[in-house]
């Protein structure tokens, strides 16, 4: 256990008990899992899972965006989520008149980028993939996204992740650490990614990291890294450049800031910040707080700068900002030593391993 990680407060090392009731009910769930007790369903077709050991942001979103733009101009792609913080229950289908509060942000933000990509939300996958077959019958190929811990339905390829700044070996669990699962179900991974590594990792280290990981013989380890873009204006899209000139005033509801924050640090001349929790629903008495705290930075080159998730939740202020200089950071992720192509092929060999089954 890395009690120096930033992210194990004293607060949550006070904790410590509870971490291990959760670990115990973690450990028979799973148990009762592997012996049959509580029972898995397998689909007639190709699932790809994206999830991870660990509560709180390692990437599954970039790397959903992913495979979907590699997969869907070859197959019917639909995207299935939870839809965390939504407003509403159950199976719910995304179409041009949805928002972002009845499927959650991840999803819309998925549909408004893939418009012909099937999207749809609900708690229980095994209730939701018939659903979404029924609707979709033209369905090709589904990805779970965060499903992995999910265990009512057995996914044909299973993908982990782990964030490079607090690998699941070196992590507690909840609520004193981030950890969720057990880090042996990481052996039920058939491809294991290191996320948010630096653009420069070395070989050796990453060498060391596959060590730790200790990977079965058929788990394939990849290494990325994120990739900014150009920012784009949250209403009409034109760009922006961020450079030595500019104050940023950054607000943020996601998990994991800090590769954020780390950016504007070494491109803004300088950056405010207001940070709200992970998902979190913007009112109006919070967009009143930024336009309080925009107004307040006297420099007269000046942005609001947000992420793309949050975007899809700041929207419905549309009128207010429109005029506003409010920009949106678009994100991606790179591979690591060439890793990329080695990915796609691993994907479409077992696309077309299944179909020809």
């Not at 410590?16 to 509580?38: E, G, M, Q, T």
């Not at 689909?43 to 733009?69: D, W």
């Not at 407003?87 to 499927?103: H, M, R, S, V």
């Not at 192509?341 to 077992?350: E, P, S, T, V």
């Amino acid at each position: 256990m890395n009690f120096n990680a930033p992210l194990l407060k004293p607060i949550r090392i006070l904790l410590f008990p509870f971490s291990l009731i959760y670990a115990a009910v973690i450990w028979l769930r799973n148990r009762l899992f592997d012996k049959n007790i509580l029972s898995s369903s397998s689909f007639n077709l190709p699932i790809i899972c994206v999830g991870n050991l660990s509560a709180g942001g390692t990437g599954k979103s970039p790397l959903i965006e992913k495979l979907i733009g590699f997969l869907k101009d070859q197959y019917e792609v639909a995207v299935l989520s939870r839809g965390y913080k939504r407003k509403t229950q159950g199976y719910a289908l995304a179409n041009p008149n949805i928002t972002a509060l009845e499927i959650g942000d991840e999803p819309f933000m998925f549909y408004k980028k893939f418009p012909d990509v099937t999207v749809a939300v609900g708690e229980e996958r095994l209730v939701a993939i018939p659903q979404l077959l029924h609707d979709k019958p033209a369905t090709q190929v589904v990805l779970l996204d965060d499903a992995f811990q999910h265990r009512s339905v057995v996914a044909g390829l299973n993908i982990v992740l782990t964030d490079y700044n607090n690998l699941y070996t070196r992590d507690w669990w909840l609520p004193t650490g981030d950890l969720r699962d057990e880090r042996s179900s990481a052996k039920r991974a058939d491809i294991l990614v290191v996320t948010k590594c630096k653009t420069d990792l070395s070989e050796e280290e990453s060498d060391e990291i596959i060590t730790e990981l200790n990977p079965l013989k058929h788990q394939q380890v990849f290494f990325t890294c994120i990739q900014y873009g150009l920012p784009y204006h949250i209403v009409n899209h034109h760009t922006t450049t961020i450079n030595d000139s500019v104050e940023v005033l950054l607000i943020s509801g996601i998990a994991d800031p800090k590769p954020l924050k780390k950016y504007l640090l070494e491109h803004s001349e300088t950056y405010y910040e207001i940070l709200y929790s992970d998902h979190h629903i913007f009112t109006i008495d919070d967009w009143k707080d930024i336009l309080k705290r925009f107004n307040n930075i006297q420099h007269e080159n000046k942005i609001i700068l947000t992420t793309q998730k949050d975007a899809v939740r700041l929207m419905k202020f549309n009128h207010e900002i429109k005029d506003m200089p409010f920009y949106v950071m678009p994100m991606s992720i790179q591979f690591l030593f060439m890793g990329e192509d080695r990915f796609h092929d691993l994907i479409g060999k077992f696309i077309a391993n299944f179909n020809h089954k």
